[in-house]
């Protein structure tokens, strides 16, 4: 595992984070090790054109650089992972993106200690069930990432997120509560990681 780890977003952050307008931050965030799946691209290139993200695409596509696509052999663990996470009723697409993504972070090894950025909640339990991923951030945890940087105020996250509900985007901890709790618990961590050095 590397000490720096990769970002892999999916689809749901990317369309949030171009909504209101801050790939810039996601992209500072990732410091350059932003990745994607064939999948994740191909969902992005509908969405961008679907609902008007034209401007976002140059951003989007330089955080996350060139698609990763999966070999054969990574098809077998894709299909049996993506049959498990669809619902009936569930279109033959509907959460192909994030079971390559895990795929591809559970069978490459450069990729092992990835996080995965999902704010969809099934994803990041089966993603959570992996040890090859460190850990899942949604939408709101990213806010808080930036607050706590110094990247973005209080009163900037809210509207973020505000315009989120406006734009009926299923955004965890999207509250004013809950997010400032996320903050809260992001600066207690990093107070209890300072006192250990």
């Known amino acids: 595992m590397t000490s720096r780890p990769f970002f892999f977003p999916d689809n749901t952050v990317l369309i949030n984070v171009a909504l209101i307008e801050r790939v810039d931050l996601l992209e500072r965030f990732v410091r350059g090790r932003g ?10 290139r509908r969405s961008q054109k679907v609902l008007g993200l034209h401007e976002a695409d140059p ?6 650089g060139k698609a990763i696509h999966p070999d054969h052999a990574d098809h077998v663990d894709i ?9 009936p009723g569930d279109g033959p697409t509907k ?6 993504t895990i795929v591809i972070i559970r069978r490459r090894a450069e990729f092992r200690g990835s996080v995965f950025l999902t704010d969809d909640r099934g994803a990041q339990d089966y993603a959570l069930s992996e040890h090859a ?13 930036f607050e706590v940087a110094g990247w973005m105020s209080r009163a900037e996250a809210h509207a973020c997120l505000e315009t989120l ?21 992001l600066l207690r961590r990093f107070k209890q990681k300072g006192r250990r050095r």
């Open 35 to 44: 990745r994607w799946c064939a999948s994740i691209e191909y969902e992005w």
């Open 59 to 64: 951003q989007v596509r330089r955080l996350c």
């Open 79 to 87: 299909t049996v992972l993506h049959d498990q996470m669809r619902s």
């Open 95 to 100: 959460h192909l993106g994030e079971a390559e």
């Open 133 to 145: 991923v460190s850990h899942c951030l949604g939408t709101a945890d990213l806010l808080a990432y």
């Open 165 to 185: 509900r406006r734009e009926r985007r299923h955004v965890r901890h999207a509250d004013p509560a809950a997010y400032n709790g996320l903050v809260e618990g």
